[in-house]
């Protein structure tokens, strides 16, 4: 036991040497979550602000000028007045509004009959823009109607909408748990299936297995170091998102630091399975970006909602570890420690570590063929 | 032989050198194609903001012939199906806690006789925050389906109705959008990897000497190394290309070449980049941060995810230097709205700019990084 | 306990190649290793000696037969195996970015060295390897002899109960290597440490007390260094060749004999040579009224001996005009190479201080120096692979570095270690090299038909060059670097780790460039290659000891028909001990 503390000792010091002599590996832990959190804080937003909007006003009736006034000091709208549609039409060709409102020459005549019409043309390109400017407008027009005189009497089912969970509404709510999935894998899987792939592309392993050391304990010793250099990672985001972007953690950060261990347990464990498999840097980058840093962005729920795929890739989104812990922090986040949902989703992260570091475990052997 | 020819034979071989290095490692051939196809499917089905049959529990405290007919005209959408039926309002919070359903709607004890009594009856939709795009959707789509159902009961229209066109996309499929961004983000994933690996390898590998000694101008060793990831582009875009527009069948409005053109120059600035990064790495572990530190906020700022106009306007700037930004949006607009090469001329400016700044630098590192 | 620390009996060893096919790397292999001493296996590339090693090591499983090592099967008893022994495989896999003191101190910790133990052994190590003032330094910063001998300090750090050594002085210089020797002969006296070697110096496996020959995986001969001496007693004689004719020349016509000589090798300023069996005198001496004296024969004479006897297909000659030796062989007076003043400095380090010299149109000029001289460093300053800092240089006219593009055409370059394009073809290498050299078409099927045969790579064009033998790749290098008839080659080390049969063979393709007119710039490790040179340099510290022919260098140590070895550590030694000591 005694020789064993001392090779980790060795070999992890050896690690941290290595760590400090290359700062590139740094710039991952540090550099990469501060960037990525002001990114994602400042710049991500899925909040519509500020539509460029183009009102054509071709009744000029006050009625008609009160039914577009919502534009008018709006958050969401920034309208341009323009007198013709056809004028309108050649802005939004040129990207210079994203929708245009247009109020019908006889749209005051055709209100008193309850016929009459608001044209919206939107810019489709960005279809989701598009989903929620529909939205926006719908409402406002509904709303405007119920101040009418005379609306809002008779039997009508009304919309009370509520969101739970995200109280400001915001987006960024939204994105920076799943960033700080994404620093995790990045740091577990890639870093790792590199550092490890160049120690057998460099033959540093052939010395290194005629000594008394285990197999076991060249794992260990490659874990250890980049599990600390993650988990500085997931703590600037925490810091960060607490104090710069006033994201609640509402559940126990405990539990969310155990998770995180846990899942970093997972990453590393397929960084390593990689690079024992390729042996080669090259192949070892290859592949980590494809299998694991690539689907950890699209298939985990990080942006798109894995509830509205088709089944199959439901399925393969579930076989992936991303998703289950990205449930994770996002409930722990914003909902709270929900006991029922963790002890599932976290014991099936510690399956999945279990499986991968055994794996790696199991495939590292003191050979060289 | 003169010089033209002697350039045009060296960089015939140095091009066939490259590929054929690329070419006769099946791991490395299978990297190339197999993902890019495997994951162009997937990511074209995950790429998506719409709701499409989506989760939600209903909680029927009415237990009335209106509160079924509601539940049914929600049901009746392709964007719900009612994942579970409540008893009472505690159960709510878990079934939305867990994420199994996307929202849930509570319809009161008094919803059918408040409509009976002509009063309005409210009816609450509970949507998880956590998921800020999905919670948007499901009211608005709801508020839309209520609204719809409120006018077929009455009889009565409502007295303006919004008559929405949208051009490009009448159905607003957000897929529509995002598989052209994936045609763009995959290769350019690969390109950049691809370029940036190339390189540092060769100096790992000793080789990158030889070729130094040999009588090639820096230029075409360059376009030599520039070669095989902009082919690997090319092939990567044309599959997903393939799939968008065979499997998913988002209409292409464009013409190929234009598109192909728009391609090129994003492939280049894209190889380019890459090319730089090789050229002062000492070795690909560096590459491999390096890609990484630059390829994510690059993503994040190409306008995919959200729109580059939502952005505040120093990060707005900051996307002059993104090619991902200028080369999606070229490909989208290609692709969706059939723009000709006049019309988006100003998009390739920074496009070349990228290419032709980040290719010098390359270039000229070649022979200045060797001490 | 065991008598024998290693035990083979009947070992095989097949691997796998591509499509079902298999290589017997060992065939049904006896060796034993007794307690105590120093062990030799010698052998041409492909013998199987790393495999071997690798098989003691536990490493790799046998496909057949037994192996113990330490009286453990090496399979079950692997681990143990394992730790009770100490291995430097050929390439030790030290850290780069770890600094010497680090690298050692990570496998003191490793094998459980005592903390007290430490810096007595520490300091003994560093001092024979004269590491002791680089402890600071990073190991990717050391020159590759230093490389190599910290990779033996790592090894040594505690007393196995055996030491693998894997070709530990690959690139060493001789002034190192014997250091490297004493430091083995005194752990195996102090010790009682029991050494199995691999290596390519016969003075080395002389060294040992017992030497075991293997070919192709299977065993020549074994028994004592005066055991394998007598193979070839009674067949060796020296000659010396004309006055002012270079040695190689004399050397070439013999070694072409194949019908009456075994072996020919400058040395000593004469030429030594092995007869064949039964055959009484060499015609070509006789022809040319050239005595032979009868001399006693080394250890490489009988390893060389024994290697014709069962190599089946051995290179045939050089294929040239009949005339070629006789005609050329001279240098001109033209100067191909100028180099005044030549100095370079990374940050306050100056790695060449000074340097001037000449080399002429045909002439063979060596660069030799002990590790970290600034050979490499001139070297690459001479190829326009690095911008000197000050000073003049001029090659075939130009300064490389900043010469443009088309300058570069007549030069060739062979790098010290393989740097061609593993994952292609034999063909698919020398075409990209023909191309990219310039040739026109025509012209470039013809020279790869050429230089496909003068270096015989015929039955290997579609093998993948990553998987050629050792012998196969450099022959490649050559081909590749000589595609475009340069008029200056410059070699870095290229018979590091090459079999004596193998650079028979590459000298021989030396003399018949250099008589073409080729000139030929070459660093080398093994100073009894310099013999082959007209002029050689010795370079230590960054600075230039001694420049001139063989002879001449000879002559100014009053040590005619010396060893080169002795020579070039003479002029080390005499240099530092003036305190121009290593920097």
């Known amino acids: 036991m005694n020789g064993f503390l001392r090779r980790m000792k060795a070999l992890i010091h050896k690690e941290f040497l290595q760590l400090s002599r290359d700062s590139s590996s740094l710039l991952l832990g540090i550099a990469l979550p501060i960037a990525l959190i002001l990114i994602i804080g400042y710049g991500i937003s899925l909040d519509i602000r500020n539509i460029p909007t183009a009102v054509v006003l071709e009744d000029a009736s006050p009625k008609a000028q009160d039914v577009v006034s919502f534009v008018n000091g709006s958050a969401y709208f920034s309208p341009t007045y323009v007198t013709s549609f056809r004028e309108a039409e050649a802005m939004l060709l040129n990207r210079d509004v994203r929708v245009i409102i247009d109020v019908p020459p006889d749209f005051t005549s055709k209100l008193a009959t309850g016929e009459a019409t608001l044209r919206v043309v939107l810019d489709g390109v960005e279809a989701a823009t598009a989903m929620s400017t529909q939205g926006y407008i719908e409402s406002a027009v509904s709303s405007w109607l119920l101040r009418q005189p005379g609306a809002g009497s008779g039997a009508r089912i009304a919309l009370e909408s509520r969101m739970w969970y995200n109280d400001a509404n915001s987006s960024t709510w939204f994105f920076l748990p799943g960033l700080i ?97 390729t042996k080669s840097q090259f192949l070892a980058c290859q592949s980590s970006m494809l299998v694991s840093f690539l689907p950890s962005v699209v298939l985990s729920g990080f942006v798109f909602d894995l509830r509205s795929t088709p089944v199959v890739v439901q399925i393969i989104g579930n076989v992936l570890p991303f998703s289950h812990y990205l449930t994770c922090l996002r409930s722990l986040f914003l909902s709270g420690t929900n006991a029922g949902l963790l002890l599932k989703q976290g014991g099936l992260l510690l399956l999945y570590g279990v499986f991968f570091i055994g794996a790696a475990f199991t495939m590292t052997r003191k050979k060289v063929e | 032989m003169n010089g033209f020819q002697l350039f045009l034979q060296q960089l015939a071989v140095i091009c066939r050198k490259e590929i054929l290095a690329i070419w006769k490692d099946k791991a490395t051939r299978l990297i190339i194609v197999v993902p890019c196809v495997i994951l162009g499917f997937l ?87 956590r998921n800020t795009m999905i919670a948007g959707q499901a009211s608005s789509y709801t508020a839309r389906i209520i609204s719809r159902y409120n006018a077929r009961r009455t009889g009565r229209r409502s007295p303006v109705t919004v008559q929405t066109r949208t051009w490009f996309n ?35 590998e000793g080789t990158f000497e030889q070729i130094l000694v040999a009588p090639v101008a820096p230029q075409v060793i360059l376009i030599g190394k520039a070669v095989p990831p902009l082919i690997v582009g090319f092939i990567q875009c044309t599959i997903l290309f393939l799939i968008s527009r065979l499997w998913f069948q988002v209409p292409f409005a464009g013409s190929v070449v234009t598109f192909y053109v728009a391609i090129f120059f994003y492939v280049l600035s894209s190889t380019g980049l890459g090319l730089t990064l090789s050229s002062i790495s000492k070795n690909m572990q560096q590459v491999l941060v390096y890609v990484i530190v630059t390829m994510i906020p690059m993503a994040l700022l190409s306008g995919i995810i959200t729109p580059v106009s939502n952005m505040p306007d120093f990060l707005q700037i900051l996307t002059y230097a993104d090619p991902l930004r200028f080369g999606l949006e070229l490909i989208r607009r290609i692709y969706l709205e059939g723009l000709t090469l006049g019309q988006l001329a100003w998009n390739f400016v920074p496009l070349i700019v990228i290419a032709a700044v980040s290719l010098s630098t390359a270039g000229y590192m070649f022979r200045h990084n060797l001490s | 306990m065991e008598e024998y620390i ?84 050929q390439k030790f896999g030290l850290y780069e970015d770890l600094t010497v003191q680090e690298n050692m101190d990570l496998y003191a910790d490793l094998h459980g060295v005592p903390a007290q133990t430490r810096p007595a052994r520490f300091d003994k190590l560093l001092t024979m390897m004269g590491l002791e003032r680089f402890t600071g330094r990073l190991a990717g910063k050391l020159s590759g002899g230093m490389k190599q001998k910290l990779g033996l300090a790592c090894t040594l750090v505690r007393s196995p109960e055996l030491l693998l050594l894997d070709e530990p002085t690959v690139g060493v210089d001789p002034l190192s290597r014997r250091e490297l020797w004493e430091i083995l002969k005194e752990f195996v006296r102090d010790e009682n440490l029991t050494v199995l070697v691999n290596t390519a110096y016969m003075n080395e496996a002389a060294l040992c007390g017992q030497v075991y020959v293997l070919h192709k995986g299977a065993l020549l001969a074994h028994g004592t260094p005066d055991d394998l001496r007598a193979i070839a007693a009674g067949r060796c004689y020296s000659c010396t060749p004309p006055p002012g004719e270079p040695t190689r020349i004399l050397q070439a016509h013999l070694i072409d004999d194949t019908d009456h ?41 009988g390893f060389m001996v024994l290697l014709h006897r069962a190599e089946t297909e051995i290179l045939p000659p050089v294929e040239e005009g009949d005339d070629v030796l006789d005609k050329g062989g001279r240098p001109t007076d033209k100067v191909s190479i100028t180099v005044r003043d030549l100095v370079k400095k990374f940050g306050d380090f100056t790695a060449v201080a000074h340097t001037s010299f000449e080399v ?123 595609m475009h008839e340069p008029k200056i080659l410059f070699l870095d080390e290229p018979t590091s780790g090459i079999d004596p049969l193998t650079r028979r063979n590459f000298w021989r393709q030396i003399t018949s460039l250099a008589a073409k007119g080729t000139t030929i710039i070459i660093t080398t490790h093994f100073m009894e290659e310099a013999e082959y040179c007209d002029r050689f340099m010795i370079q230590d510290n960054g600075r230039m000891l001694a420049i001139g022919a063989p002879s001449e260098i000879r002559r100014q140590l009053g040590r005619e028909g010396a060893d080169m070895d002795d020579i070039f550590m003479a002029i080390v030694e005499q240099a530092r001990a003036k305190g121009e000591g290593p920097a």
């Open chain 3, 261 to 301: 000589v075994v072996d020919a090798v400058p040395k000593g300023g004469d030429v030594h040579f092995i007869l064949q069996e039964g055959v009484a005198s060499a015609p070509y001496l006789d022809a040319h009224g050239i005595a032979a004296r009868p001399v006693a024969s080394d250890l490489e004479d």
């Open chain 3, 6 to 89: 290693i035990r083979a009996e009947q070992l095989n060893k097949v691997f796998p190649l591509k499509k079902g096919q298999t290589v017997e790397a060992l065939k049904s292999l006896d060796l034993t290793v007794k307690q105590g001493g120093l062990t030799a296996i010698i052998g041409p590339d492909g013998a199987g000696k790393t495999t071997f090693m690798r098989l003691v090591a536990g490493l790799m499983r046998p496909t057949g037969g037994r192996l113990t090592v330490l009286g453990l099967d090496s399979v079950q008893g692997a681990g143990e195996i394992q730790t009770r022994i100490s291995y430097m495989p």
């Open chain 1, 181 to 277: 999935m994404i620093i995790v894998t990045i740091i577990g899987i890639m870093l790792t299936a590199i550092v490890m792939a160049r120690e057998w592309e460099r033959g540093t392993f052939e010395s290194l297995f005629v000594t008394p050391v285990r197999p076991m304990e060249l794992v260990l010793a490659k874990i250890v170091p980049y599990f600390c250099v993650a988990l500085l990672g997931v703590f600037i985001c925490l810091f960060l998102s607490r104090f710069l972007f006033e994201v609640p953690v509402v559940g126990s950060l405990a539990v969310l630091l155990g998770l995180t261990m846990i899942y970093l347990m997972v990453a590393l464990g397929i960084g390593l399975v990689i690079s024992t498999v």
């Open chain 2, 43 to 129: 990511f074209g089905y995950a790429a998506n903001y719409n709701l499409e049959d989506a989760p939600y529990a209903l909680l029927d405290q009415s237990h009335s012939r209106e509160s079924a007919d509601l539940a049914a005209a929600i049901e009746a959408t392709p964007f719900f199906h009612r994942h579970v039926t409540l008893q009472n309002a505690s159960q709510i919070g878990r079934y939305l806690d867990d994420g199994e359903v996307v929202m849930a709607v509570s319809i009161p004890p008094d919803f059918a006789s408040r409509l009976a009594k002509g009063e309005t009856a409210p009816v609450q939709v509970i949507t998880d925050g």
């Open chain 2, 170 to 204: 009448p159905n607003q499929t957000t897929r529509w959008f995002f598989l052209p961004g994936i045609i763009g983000l995959l290769s350019f994933a690969q390109v950049f990897l691809l370029s940036g690996l190339s390189v540092a390898r060769e100096r790992e």
């Open chain 3, 360 to 482: 002429h149109e045909g002439e063979v000029f060596g660069l030799l120096g002990p590790n970290g001289a600034g050979k490499t460093t001139t070297f690459k300053m001479l190829c326009g692979l690095l911008p000197a800092t000050s000073g003049f240089l001029s090659v075939a006219g130009v300064d490389l570095h900043v010469a443009r593009t088309q300058a570069r055409a007549n030069v060739g370059y062979v790098a010290q270690k393989f740097s061609l394009y593993g994952n292609l073809t034999v063909r698919d290498n020398l075409e990209f090299f023909a191309g990219i050299y310039g040739l026109p078409p025509k012209r470039r099927r013809e020279r790869i038909g050429q230089v496909v045969r003068e270096f015989f790579l015929e039955d290997r064009l579609d093998m993948r060059a990553g998987d050629l033998p050792g012998g196969y790749k450099q022959r490649l290098s050559m081909a590749c670097a000589l």
